[in-house]
Each structure stands twice: as structure tokens, then as C-alpha cells.
């Protein structure tokens, strides 16, 4: 007997709906929304609070401070899109400072949770009273989700602005300036649909992609000075993408090194590895973010910077589309 059949009225979270990455459309056919830095999940409230991530893995036991949710939903059976994030000294959400909750899956410390609070910025929401709306257009879904709240404030959840009267090349402007990860362009009359989809656009202030470790260079003390990165080409293969050695603190290349630790092996994962000399290569078994100016294929990432580790699959991890200068 399967878990739904045991319990055939419970919400079921459908797999997220994925934006494109490419230049921010023009005309007035779209909304636009401020990309954050954070952790995509889907929060569900039936009654209590469930949070699974992007692949479906159950993490509600990584954020206990979400259950606060349900009350600032008046425990209303629902289904939550958005983004888990945590904040920095500037107020800004930041996926450094959210690492700090992870492993995925442990609960974690009355102390941590005080230290690093997380909270859930909800972009959309595809179920309502056991409803599935997913075929609402978009407009109609934001309309519902901004009165879904019956406090004024709460330190669980916030439903972010979106603006149909904003450029999007100035709302990227803006986002530079004050520090955020880009925007995302979403169609006013869109159905939610799981999966990748051109009617969700995202444009990073820089262009980002996810890259499977397979090697590092080593830095001082044991720590990681730069990793090495690959993603799977059309036939499947492992490609050198390049290497990256910034945007790392000193915590966290520590970090990737206790990480990495048991997964070496002495044959390079990538056939480019064959040539090169004082790599310290790894199973393919970690996915990362990093930020990039230019992607060439077979040169690779051009001023790349790490921003962290992602729960993605590995076998998922394909090299970028885009060739030349990142939109924005």
C-alpha cells in the first residue's frame, strides 16, 4: 500500500515550474518579480506545514520555523511556491548564510535556528482549500496569493511585490544596485506548468549555471583553493567547464574539503583531465552554483565565482545553452 492510498486527501506538491534563462522580454504581456537568493521549496499547509525541496525531498525537518506558516494562513489547506531564504546583516537574503542549515534532512539546533532564521518568500500558489489551480493564469494566482495572509507581518512568511508597470530592464538596474540575483519575467496569462517553461524568463544581474565538482587544486591548511567543474554535454559525457577559485570564504572552502573527503579517485572524470597536473580529482557526486560573465563552448566560464552548494542531481547538470556574454 502506497503513502497516498494511505492518506488519499492529503495535498500532493507538484513538481515546481522552472524559468528560462534569457534576456528580459519587452511589451506589457508580463509581470515582473526580484530573483532571490535562497532555496527553492514548496510549502504545504494541510494542516501542518510540509516543505519539500526542488526535487521533491521532504525538508520540513530542516526548517521547524516554518511551520509558523499555518498561522500566518489562518491554517487554510494550501500549496506554496516560493523561496526559502535567509537574511544577511544587510537584510538581504543570502544562500552563504543559508548553508549554514544544511545537511538537508537533520533538525537542527534550538541555537541555530536563533542564529540563521529562515523564512519563506512565496511567489505563487498552485492549491487552495484542496483546489488545484495550476490551470489559473498567473494573474488570477498572484491576485489570490496577496490576500492570503491574515497577519500583517509574520516571521515565517512574506509574499514579495511583483510590478506589471516596471520595466524589466530597469527592475534589473535596480537589482544590481542593490544586490540581488536578477529578476524573473513571468506571463500574465501563464498556467502553472511543472517543468521548464518560456513563460517564466529569468535574467540574472550575472549569468549562472549548475556544475558538477570533479577535481580541486588544494589551498592552505587543507583547504580548497579552487574546483575544478564539468556538466554533461548532448551525449551524456562529462565536460570541463573550467575551474573556480573565488567567492569563497574561508568557512566554506574548509567545508568543501571535509565534504570532498573519501570521494577522491586517481583517473580524472572529465577526458580534458588527462593532460592536467596537480588536480586532486573527485567522484562526480556534488553540484554547485557559479556566477559567469561568458560561457564559450570548449573554453569554457569566464570570470566565474562559486555561490554555492545545490541539491540538484548530477545526471541533471548540463552544460549552459547560451554561448557569449551573459544577458543583463
Known sequence: MTRASLFPDRLAAPAPMLATLGQAPHGGQFAVEVKFDGQRGMLTVDPRVRVTSRNGADITETFPELSAVAAAVGGRRMILDGEIVAVDEHGRPSFRR??????????PSGQLVREVPTR????DVVNIDGEDITHWPYRERRELLDTLMVVKRSPALTVPRHWTDV??????????DQHHEGIVCKRLDSPYRSGRSRDWIKSPVRATTEAV????????????????LAAHDEAGRLVLLGQVGTGFSGAERRRLATLLAGTEVS???????????GVQWFKPRYVGEVAYREYHAGKGLRHASWKGLRTAPVSGVCLPRDAGAAPG
Open 98 to 107: 543559508l548553508q549554514r542549515r544544511w545537511p538537508q534532512q537533520r533538525r
Open 120 to 123: 519563506f518568500l512565496a511567489f
Open 167 to 176: 520595466a524589466p530592464a530597469d527592475m534589473l538596474a535596480i537589482c544590481a
Open 213 to 228: 565538482i570533479v577535481g580541486a587544486f588544494a589551498g592552505r591548511r587543507g583547504e580548497v583553493g579552487a574546483l575544478l
Open 267 to 277: 583517473a580524472p572524470p572529465v577526458a580534458e583531465g588527462a593532460s592536467m597536473s
